[in-house]
C-alpha cells in the first residue's frame, strides 16, 4: 500500500535569490490571502519524489551529486501556473539543472506532470488569479544561483539532509589510460568522463573534482596483477592491483623509485624511468607536451 508520505529531492537557491524571491511573496501575501503552500522550506525547484524507505540511499546520492557537480546560475524568467491552483515562477532552460533533474526523476508523488518551477502561492482558483495579476505586474526576472542539494519528508515537511554543491572554480583535467577493466567503464559517461576506445583498451579524460569516483572504479574493477595511473598538472597516481590487495602512491617529477620497481615487476620489462614509461604511450605523451 503506498504511503500517505514521501520524500523530495529538491535544488535550493542562494541566499540573495531567497530574498528576493520573499519579497515577491511577501508583496503577493499582502492582498490577504495566506495560501496553502509550504512556509517552512528555502524556495527551491523539486527534482523528484521518492517512497519513504528511499531515504537512506538518496542521502548518499546526493552527497556523491553534490561532489561531483558544481553550483550554477540559473535564469527564473516565467510566470506559470498549474490548473490556476499553483502560481510558480519557471526557469528558463538549462543544461545543469537537467543533469540533476535526470539523476533524480521519479515522480512517487503523483500529481501534476514534471515541471519545473518555483512555487510562490497555492490556493483556490480565484486567489491565484488575483495572486498571478499581482505577480505579472511586479515581476522582473531573477538571476539565480542553485548553491544546495535538500532532501525533505513530506506532509507534515520534515528536512532530513542538505548539501552544498561543489564550488570549485578551476577544475583542471586529469588523463588516464586504462586496460585490465570491463565494459562497465562506458557508465562514466553520464557522470562527466570522457571515454575513447583503443582496443581493448580506453583513453578516459575526467575533472579532478571525479578523482574520487575514478579510484573507486579502479579499486572495485581493476584486475589483479595489473595497475592504472591518472596524470594531472603535477602528479601522477598510480593504482596497484595487487595479491595483497590495492596499493596508492603519488609520484611527483616521476621520481618513484618503489612505483618504478612494480611497474617493472608487473610489466616484466625494465623502464629508464617513469616519465619514460608514459611516454611510450601515445596518448600519454601527448599529454605530457601540454
Not at 522550506?41 to 548518499?60: A, C, M, N, V, Y
Not at 483556490?124 to 542539494?149: H, N, W, Y
Not at 580506453?202 to 575514478?214: E, G, L, M, R
Not at 590495492?246 to 617529477?253: K, L, M
Request: aromatic share 12%.
Amino acid at each position: 500500500m503506498k504511503s500517505d508520505k514521501f520524500l523530495t529531492v529538491f535544488a535550493v537557491f542562494d541566499d540573495e535569490t531567497q530574498r528576493k524571491l520573499k519579497d515577491i511573496q511577501n508583496n503577493i501575501l499582502s492582498l490577504g490571502e495566506k495560501g496553502t503552500q509550504t512556509m517552512d522550506i528555502p524556495f527551491h525547484i523539486t527534482l523528484g519524489s521518492f517512497p519513504i524507505e528511499d531515504e537512506r540511499q538518496l542521502k548518499s546520492r546526493i552527497k556523491e551529486t553534490c561532489i561531483q557537480n558544481r553550483q550554477f546560475d540559473i535564469s527564473l524568467n516565467k510566470i506559470n501556473h498549474f490548473d490556476n491552483k499553483v502560481l510558480f515562477i519557471e526557469p528558463k532552460k538549462s543544461k545543469e539543472l537537467k543533469k540533476l533533474h535526470d539523476l533524480f526523476n521519479m515522480n512517487y508523488e503523483g500529481g501534476f506532470p514534471y515541471r519545473a518551477h518555483t512555487t510562490i502561492f497555492c490556493s483556490d482558483k480565484s486567489q491565484v488569479t488575483k495572486a498571478k495579476k499581482r505577480l505579472r505586474e511586479i515581476f522582473k526576472p531573477i538571476k539565480a544561483k542553485v548553491t544546495e542539494i535538500w532532501l525533505g519528508e513530506f506532509f507534515p515537511a520534515r528536512m532530513i539532509a542538505r548539501e552544498e554543491l561543489n564550488e570549485i572554480k578551476d577544475d583542471p583535467e586529469l588523463y588516464s589510460y586504462v586496460m585490465g577493466v570491463g565494459k562497465n567503464i562506458k557508465e562514466l559517461k553520464s557522470k562527466g568522463f570522457k571515454i575513447k576506445k583503443y582496443g581493448n583498451d580506453y583513453a578516459v579524460t575526467f575533472p579532478k573534482s571525479n578523482s574520487c569516483i575514478w579510484e573507486n572504479f579502479i579499486i572495485e574493477n581493476l584486475e589483479v596483477g595489473y595497475w592504472n595511473e591518472y596524470i594531472g598538472k603535477n602528479c601522477v597516481t598510480f593504482l596497484f592491483h595487487l595479491s595483497s590487495g590495492i596499493r596508492r602512491f603519488e609520484v611527483h617529477d616521476f621520481d618513484d623509485a618503489e612505483v618504478l620497481a612494480l611497474c617493472e615487476k608487473l610489466a616484466e620489462r625494465k623502464f629508464d624511468s617513469i616519465k619514460n614509461m608514459l611516454e611510450e604511450n601515445k596518448f600519454y605523451k601527448k599529454i605530457l607536451k601540454l
